[in-house]
């Protein structure tokens, strides 16, 4: 027998904020009584009208709730996030009206992780550069310019959450050092742990972002920071662009004051900065640490399992911390 309540008897509609992974979005409009926010044709009418019949929201860790859309919902009473960050929705806010939140941590880590360390030898060993040396016909003229080792190195880990935690394990089998920052030392944790974000990266040879995103962690990678680094450090940025101070991290790269980055996520996506498209010493990705079939699928079912809870029992799956981080 399906758990899952008929439109017909569903206790409100469930109100799909953002365009999700279309399986998701196929389950919510099969399952639910569910209404695209993005697709009715005058959404400040539809929430006028109807937004006291919305029992939950479905989102994306980029679109969040905006305090706006909750105030237009008077019984929300969950918005389930399909991602593992969720710094764009005010959980206190939500917690203070009484709406759980939920997200996807652990189904994501891996893919997470494995980008991470693939970004941090492609910008290393100039891996995204050398294709493009290849392709543009350079190789006959002369031989790509030798790049940076990584195996020995020493690699800080700027938060050491779950991300964090897989990226060390996935460096252990490269012989580096691993050192890291968190507010709080990770108990068991045998790699050690320094005080600041200056601290470590002036210890290591390249600094990985793996912190949560939020007003706690903005431009928490600083110019200080980036020259801590220094001209032989790399930067590699799985997190979020606001950990990191862009026009910093601009200047820093131009000006050869660090050797290069790796960043799949930015201050403004999908915008990247001019000087950074035109610099060979960065590697550029689309935000797709977790872009995976097999990861998003486990996200979107995790995500259906949270709000298939909420519908049925009124408490969700893998609700985020009560006192969250942002
Ligand atoms: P998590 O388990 O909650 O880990 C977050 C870590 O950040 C914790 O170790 C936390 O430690 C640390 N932290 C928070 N504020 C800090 C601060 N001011 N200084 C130093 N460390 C700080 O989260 P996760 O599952 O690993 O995910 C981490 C983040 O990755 C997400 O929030 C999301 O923004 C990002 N992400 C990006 C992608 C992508 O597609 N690029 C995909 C998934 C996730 P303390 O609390 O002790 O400080
Ligand atoms: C997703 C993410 O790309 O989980 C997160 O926090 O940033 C990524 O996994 C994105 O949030 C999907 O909306």
Redesign the pocket.
Known sequence: MSTFPTPANAPGTVLQVSALLPALERALSEHYRAVRLTEVPDPAAYLRDHGSEVAAAVTS?RTGVSDALMDALPRLGAIVHF???Y?TTDVVRARARGIDVSNT??V??DC?AD?AVGALIDVMRRLSAADRYVREGAWAAAPFPLADRVSGKRVGI???????RAVARRLDGFGVDIAY????P?PGVRHPHLPS?EALAEACDALVV????GG??RG?VSGAVLDALGPRGYLVN???GSVVDEAALVAAVTEGRIAGAAL??FADEPNVPRALLESDRVVLLP?????THETRAAMGDLALRNLQRFMTEGTLLTPVPRHP??
């Open positions: 860790a991602g593992v960050g710094e941590p652990d994501l880590t997470v980008l700027l938060g050491l959450g779950r991300i964090g920052c968190t507010r709080t990770v974000a793996t912190v949560a995103g706690g962690t928490l799985v997190a979020r799949d996520v935000h797709i640490a977790s872009a981080a942002h």
